[in-house]
């Protein structure tokens, strides 16, 4: 893995360097890249997968670690958790927010909890405790901010859900809280509310040529979000019941009607949830609606 020269300077360059991460987001950060539009190709113990972009170097880091790449100058954009930018106190600029994450689209959460049979009820229970996270600085200033005195905030370096019963409670990230659950945990308060984020260096976003590949590449990844669990309607429909077709389709939705060469039929043209359309296509069919292709979708750009 590429490293920082030790004095913070770094030349140049008109090539816009990406930081994307590796571990639990790699997979579907990759998937949402290639959905909008990018080739991207990671090579087997390789940190620079190839882009089909001439103008785009690529370069894989942790994701704890992208935000300080980035403040430091050694990045010009990348994307990581909100969570790290604030671990990091990281001093960057927010482009925009990417909705998704390795298991939902909903946010992730930084949690404090405690086995379930503990008798700690709420944080000031935990004076004088003992705290393990990988999120050392926001939960230190979490306790600061409560006037609550802790006799340590050390550092876990996984399996942090193990260690709730070895010390007096921990702070974890949690999706869908099946792994707290699993481990018997219970959760006392939330520290910190985290999504993905595509951040740049303050000095690239100033730059004419790298602010427009950055604003071009959250248009595009933007795009690929919006059209997730998102499907295409086609069919045709006798024009006698367009009205009673069209009124099927959900509220909010107005189709692209276009004229056949039969005058007595129209084509309709929608897009809708992917679970909606599975109620609504035998719906249609049951309505009059003819050949009803169902398509995935790889961009939505508002």
Not at 56 to 70: C, G
Not at 261 to 284: C, H, K, M, N, T
């Given at each position: 893995?590429?490293?920082?020269?030790?004095?913070?300077?770094?030349?140049?360059?008109?090539?816009?360097?990406?930081?994307?991460?590796?571990?639990?987001?790699?997979?579907?950060?990759?998937?949402?890249l290639?959905?909008?539009?990018?080739?991207i190709?990671?090579?087997?113990?390789?940190?620079?997968?190839?882009?089909?972009?001439?103008?785009?170097?690529?370069?894989?880091?942790?994701?704890?670690?992208?935000?300080?790449?980035?403040?430091?100058?050694?990045l010009?954009v990348g994307?990581?958790?909100?969570?790290?930018?604030?671990?990091n106190?990281?001093?960057?600029?927010?482009?925009?927010?990417?909705?998704?994450?390795?298991?939902?689209?909903?946010?992730?959460r930084?949690?404090?909890?405690?086995p379930?049979?503990?008798?700690?009820?709420?944080?000031?229970?935990?004076a004088?405790?003992?705290?393990?996270?990988?999120?050392?600085?926001?939960?230190?200033?979490?306790?600061?901010n409560?006037n609550?005195?802790?006799?340590?905030?050390?550092?876990?370096?996984?399996?942090?859900?193990?260690?709730?019963?070895?010390?007096?409670?921990?702070?974890?990230i949690t999706?869908?809280?099946?792994?707290?659950?699993?481990?018997?945990?219970?959760?006392?308060?939330?520290?910190?509310?985290?999504?993905?984020?595509?951040?740049?260096?303050?000095?690239?976003?100033?730059?004419?040529?790298?602010?427009?590949?950055?604003?071009?590449?959250?248009?595009?990844?933007?795009?690929?979000?919006?059209?997730?669990?998102?499907?295409?309607?086609k069919?045709?429909?006798?024009?006698?019941?367009?009205?009673?077709?069209?009124?099927?389709?959900?509220?909010?939705?107005?189709?692209?009607?276009s004229?056949?060469?039969?005058?007595?039929?129209?084509?309709?043209?929608?897009?809708?949830?992917?679970?909606?359309?599975?109620e609504l296509?035998?719906?249609?069919?049951?309505?009059?609606?003819t050949g009803?292709?169902?398509?995935?979708?790889?961009?939505?750009?508002?």
């Amino acid at each position: 893995m590429p490293t920082p020269s030790p004095n913070g300077n770094h030349k140049q360059s008109t090539l816009l360097r990406l930081g994307l991460p590796i571990g639990s987001l790699q997979e579907t950060t990759i998937s949402l890249l290639q959905q909008a539009g990018y080739r991207i190709h990671l090579r087997a113990r390789s940190y620079t997968p190839d882009i089909d972009d001439s103008d785009v170097e690529v370069v894989m880091f942790r994701a704890q670690e992208i935000s300080r790449y980035i403040d430091d100058g050694v990045l010009d954009v990348g994307i990581t958790g909100h969570d790290w930018v604030v671990e990091n106190n990281s001093n960057v600029h927010e482009v925009c927010q990417l909705q998704y994450s390795k298991a939902t689209d909903q946010p992730a959460r930084w949690v404090l909890a405690v086995p379930a049979e503990s008798s700690v009820e709420k944080a000031k229970d935990l004076a004088d405790g003992i705290i393990a996270t990988e999120l050392v600085n926001t939960t230190t200033k979490f306790f600061l901010n409560q006037n609550i005195p802790i006799r340590k905030v050390e550092f876990s370096w996984g399996a942090t859900e193990v260690k709730a019963r070895l010390v007096d409670a921990i702070v974890d990230i949690t999706e869908t809280g099946s792994s707290l659950r699993a481990n018997n945990l219970r959760v006392i308060d939330t520290i910190l509310t985290s999504t993905t984020r595509l951040i740049a260096n303050h000095n690239a976003w100033a730059d004419q040529n790298k602010r427009q590949k950055i604003e071009a590449l959250a248009l595009l990844l933007n795009g690929a979000i919006n059209a997730r669990e998102k499907i295409g309607l086609k069919l045709n429909t006798p024009r006698a019941k367009l009205d009673q077709i069209v009124g099927l389709l959900p509220a909010e939705k107005s189709p692209t009607i276009s004229e056949l060469a039969d005058s007595q039929w129209v084509a309709l043209e929608v897009i809708v949830d992917e679970q909606v359309g599975r109620e609504l296509i035998p719906q249609l069919r049951r309505a009059g609606a003819t050949g009803i292709i169902s398509y995935n979708l790889k961009l939505i750009i508002p």
